[in-house]
Structures are given as structure tokens and as C-alpha cells.
DNA sequence: ACCCCGATTGTGAGCGTGAACAAACGGAAC
DNA sequence: GTTCCGTTTGTTCACGCTCACAATCGGGGT
């Protein structure tokens, strides 16, 4: 049976089905799919034309299972619905897309080791070839590390000093060179928002900040320290709007430079007249803050395009040594900063 | 050879090994990790230990391979970069998870049809079982509908027309909803800056404005029109602000509002004071624009979620008529918007 | 005319799993 | 003790593809 009985609901085709209408063997249609040398064009074109006059598509599952590959990619992320998070993925997945691979997503509920040792899990029981993790707190890249066993891993935007392969911004530099603006402007030292403890982010945005400081002789003011929102921002904001001397803040985000400026703004603070700010990440919102926000651009895209590529890199074989790619971030000057007041 | 070749890296383990630890056969095995009746407690507890002693892991695309189902669903979207596209994909990534599929995302270039075939056949060629389109123009959800053959596909976000089973939230009463509020406040009539031709969203809500208008009785402006951005909304906002008789916009999202307060406070209209201004979405950082933000707000998460339901049910089999689920959207009231000034 | 070699095509095996069927087991009913 | 039936386990096959190898074809050299 089977040739025969022409059922009315046509299974999907598979590759003997147009090997047969090609008059060819199954072997010769998986040449022309797969690109081999050695087929008479005549011969591809009669494929060629089978397949698609059956509409066929070559089974997937059937082919990893054989080549031991699954052309899958996982990324594992956290807030996946902030601008840089978001971005990043969309980053990973063109790239992903150029080098044939297609990405699977999985998302953490927490940042603990063990949500991230179940997202990674989760992954690897689908057959990854490798993952790409977004997770810039310290806490997830180590569970990361941890993890790592028998599937290449890369951390993207943060984990500079993790043992895996990471690419990041060069955050430290990036804020140095906020702070040194802000300096250059006349401020005589620049106070900071920074995000929150146990993200690298954080950490490296602040150590740059207090290295301008010191390089430049200023005092070093105490830090103050928000979540990354807008709300921690105005709340800071509030605070900062009482202290007196404050003429220069650095923001570790643009989210709380958000909130601060509406602190600043309802407590009569002029920014920049009174208070200039600067902000970190350039979201697409900060050209039309009132007033517009010199900031510290992060390329994310970029971000997650070379993630990927090291990636495939590592995925190529000849394993290379664990790499650190720092991409340079770019100051935007927007009019949320100006001259110190003459004070 | 193979069994006594004790390679020093040792492959990947499979069911037989396990099954050949627990000193049963690999169906057993199977039936151990499928749930089926019939397992004897004591093998049972036999099998699960050698599969954690091996660290066994199933093979995915083995499985896929016969039981024709690759527990995974797609992704199409467009924009994934914003806060609205990025929230869905969270929400469907999570309901997916809890019910048991992976999720595989390919992102659109652009919004033609052609790209938006492409990105389908990319994912029916890794074998997904369901499609989620996130990507509300009218155009890609045309496009979808006419290549949903062979795998059952579900809408969100938008494309309350189409052919296929669809998961929005009701733009119309949303926007019902903030143009009557305005009225209510007082004023003469509402302004309208919309959103790009060809969006779903945009005509909907666009809509919604003209319906409250002329239910009240009030003159229906011309409409402005943006493409979503801040910047866009910005220039809306420099030209509104020349015109006169002015008193309240409705904005047919966020990042456009945003524009447009900025555009006002520099032509020096104050807001609310002057001119009153409400949005849709209720992005994250709507509260602390200056002044915060009256909007309406979609819960894009549960469009998601929804979403994913909807497509899981269609999945079950039992092929239910074309569903079209609406979400209600809630109004949020801020300070942008206040009373009617006198005269 | 015959042999050799590269180009081209076909054949068979096996990837790791689940499904169908068969077999073995063990207790209850007679 | 025998029969019957439900429980438990094993055997065999197929899923659709790629890989290794064998077979065939065809032209150039001798």
C-alpha cells in the first residue's frame, strides 16, 4: 500500500516524494538542498521543480536529528521589555538570522541562580547550539558561569568580569567622560544617581564617575542610589532639589535622569540654569525630555549583533580564549547641560 | 566496537543508556519520562536515578522527529524594539512556557508582504506548530492572512478585521474614553494627532475621537498626523501650538505626547494651564513626563498572554469559529490634562 | 578497443525517540 | 490446578533525513 492510496488529506511531502517525481533518488534531492557538488544542472532544475510543485519543506526535527544540529540559538533575558533588553534581542535575532540560525527565547522571572539555571535548562533541553544571555546583574552571569557546561554561553551588556566571553559597553569610560563634561562645563564636582547594587552596570558607571573626579581633584559627594526607574529618579530628585551645592548630576540611565528632571522641574530647580543632568543609554525618549538630555549613547543593537557573533565564533570550533569585546559609547550633548552658575 | 570503546569524551547519553543503567529496556525508560501508566514504583524510581546519575536529557528533535509535534511557537513582529512589542512577546513567552512550548522569534525587516512571508516561512521551516503575529498594520496582517496555510495563526495587538483570530484592545472605546473625558473637563472641542496610515491602531482610535466628538455635538478638527515618534509629536506640537482655539489634544500615543509637551512648554503653552494633553499606551515612563501623563492605558502583557490562549486552544484541535477577543483599555488620569480655561 | 579516473547517481545504514503489538507476570475466580 | 484478565515490560518498526560507500557513466590516453 502507501503509493497507492491517494488519501484525500495529503500528508505533508517528503523529500522520497520528490525524489520521486523527479525521477531521481532521495539522495540527489538532499544534494541540491544541501548545495553539494557533483549534480548535472538538469538534474537539479527536474528537483528544483519538484519541489516546488509538491510545496515541499525540508522536516527539521529529521535533519538535526542526523546532523546533530539544531541551527537554534537560545537567549535567555531578563526585563525583556525595556528599551535596552529589547534591543539587544532584536540585535541578536537579525544577526542570528544572517548567520542561519534561529533564536529561541526564554525569559527569567528572577534574577536568582536558579531561575537562571532553569531558563538555561530549558534551552538546552530544546537543543540549542548556544546561548546568548542577557542579564546584566552580576548574580545571573555567575549562575551563568556556573552553568555553562556543555553549551558555549556569551553575556551580553554587562558581566565584564565573568568567566565566560562577554561584550558590553565600556561603561567606566562612558561615564568618565559624562563626568569630565560636566566638569569641563565648570561644576566643581558632580553628584550621581547611581542604579542599583549588584548590577555591573552600576558598579562600573559609578567607579567611572568617581575616577573623573579624582582625576580632576573634585570632591567626591555621597552616591545616591535609585532601581533604574523613573520613580526611583523623581524620588532622588526630591532629595537632591534640598542639598545645597548641587549643580551637576550624573545619571546611571536616562529612566531616572527622567524622573529627577520632573523632581528638579517641580521644585523650581531651572535645569540647566540651576542644575545641569546627564543621563546614560540615549533611549530614543531622551531627545524630548524637558529639557533634552546630554546623554551617554549605548549602540544595544550593536551590542547584540557582536554578542552573536562571538557567538558563532565560538560555535565555529577552534576555541579561542574567553573574550572581552568593550564597544566605545558616544556622548550626546542635549540642552540638560550648561555652565556652572556663577556661585 | 562501541560499547567497549570507552571514548575519553563521552557522547551525549541517550535513552538506552539509561535504560541499559536502570537494567530495563528503553521503552521503559520512555514511559517513565512521558508520564504513562503502568510503571512500577520501584522501576520507576530506578529509571529516574540513572537518568540523573547520567544527566540524561532527552533528544528534542528525535522526539519531534516522531511525534511530529516540535513543542514550539512563533513569533513574527515588527517594531520589537518599543515598550508595546517587547511587553507582548514577554507576555506570550511566559504563557508559552507555562504551556509547554518554546518560542522561537523572527523579527520583520520591514512591513511588506513579502518580508512578512518570508519571516513565516522561516518559522514553518523550523517546524513551529502556531504563529503569533505581533505587527499591527493592516498590510502584515493581510499578508498573514493569506499565508496561514497549514499552520494556525493568531494576531495580536491589532487586526481586528482580518481573517484570523485576532487579540487587541478596544482602541475605539479607548479612545471614546479620553476624548470624552476631555469634553467632560469643559472643552470646546479635542485635537487629534494620529498615527500613521495603514495602522490598525491608528484608524481605530482615530475613530473613537470622531465618534465622542460628534456624539457631544462638538466640531471635529482636522486631524494631525505622526508616525508614532516623539519626534513626530514634537512637530505636531510646534504647529498646534500656533493655532488657535487650541485647548486639548488627544494623542494617539505616548511617545507622541511626549513630542508635543515638549513643543508646548517651548512655545510656552502651559500644560495643563493651557492646553490639556492625553496619550494611549501608558508606557512606563508616562508618570513622570512633565507634567505626568493622562493616558489610556493597555495592559500589553495580557494582550500577550491572551494571545497565546487563544492560540493553544486553536492547537487542541476542536476548531473553534475565528475568534476576535477585546480587551478593555483603562483610562489613567494625570496632571496633563484639567478644565477648560474661561474664554 | 581497453583501461583509468573523475563526475554523477544510487543504496543502505543509522540518528534517538514514541507507538503498536507481543510477551510475561501475577492474582482472582472457579 | 486451571483459566482469565489486568498490569508490567520488552521487541520491532517507522519518523525523514544525511552520511559513507558502492555503482554507473563517459571521455581521454594508450
Known amino acids: 500500500m502507501g503509493s497507492e492510496t491517494a488519501g484525500l488529506e495529503a500528508r505533508q511531502p517528503v523529500m522520497a516524494d520528490v525524489a520521486k517525481l523527479a525521477g531521481v533518488s532521495h539522495q540527489t534531492v538532499s544534494r541540491v538542498l544541501n548545495g553539494a557538488p557533483h549534480v548535472r544542472p538538469g538534474t537539479r532544475d527536474r528537483v528544483l521543480a519538484a519541489i516546488r510543485e509538491l510545496d515541499y519543506r525540508p522536516n527539521s526535527a529529521a535533519r538535526a536529528l542526523v546532523t546533530r544540529r539544531s541551527q537554534t540559538l537560545g537567549v535567555v533575558s531578563f526585563e525583556s521589555t ?15 538570522r544572517s548567520a542561519g540560525y534561529f533564536v529561541s527565547v526564554a525569559s527569567l522571572r528572577s534574577l536568582d541562580s536558579r531561575s537562571v539555571q532553569e531558563a538555561v535548562d530549558r534551552l538546552r533541553d530544546q537543543g540549542v547550539e548556544g546561548i546568548v544571555v542577557i542579564a546584566p546583574q552580576t548574580s545571573a552571569v555567575s549562575a551563568v558561569a556556573k552553568v555553562s557546561s556543555s553549551v558555549p554561553v556569551v553575556a551580553v551588556g554587562s558581566g565584564a568580569r565573568s568567566s565566560i566571553p562577554t561584550v558590553t559597553v565600556d561603561n567606566r569610560s562612558g561615564a568618565e567622560a559624562a563626568t569630565r563634561q560636566l566638569l569641563d562645563l565648570g561644576h566643581r564636582t558632580v553628584h550621581h544617581l547611581a542604579g542599583p547594587g549588584g548590577w555591573l552596570e552600576s558598579q562600573d558607571r559609578q567607579e567611572g564617575w568617581r575616577r573623573a573626579l579624582e582625576a580632576a581633584g573634585a570632591p567626591v559627594p555621597t552616591v545616591a542610589v ?118
Open 226 to 343: 535609585g532601581d533604574w526607574s523613573a520613580r526611583s529618579g523623581y524620588e532622588a530628585g526630591q532629595r537632591m532639589a534640598r542639598l545645597e551645592g548641587v549643580t551637576a548630576v550624573f545619571c546611571a540611565n536616562d529612566h531616572m535622569a527622567l524622573g529627577l528632571l520632573r523632581a528638579l522641574h517641580e521644585s523650581g530647580r531651572p535645569v540647566p540654569g540651576d542644575i545641569s543632568v546627564v543621563g546614560f543609554d540615549d533611549i530614543p525618549e531622551a531627545a524630548y525630555f524637558i529639557p533634552p538630555l546630554t546623554t551617554v549613547r549605548q549602540d544595544f543593537g550593536e551590542l547584540g549583533r557582536r554578542a552573536l557573533e562571538l557567538l558563532v565564533a565560538e560555535l565555529g570550533g577552534t576555541d579561542q580564549p574567553i573574550a572581552r569585546v568593550q564597544i566605545a559609547p558616544e556622548m550626546v550633548l542635549r540642552r540638560s547641560t550648561g555652565p556652572a552658575h556663577r556661585g
Open 82 to 96: 525595556l528599551y535596552g533588553p529589547a534591543s539587544m534581542l532584536d540585535g541578536i535575532e537579525r544577526a542570528a
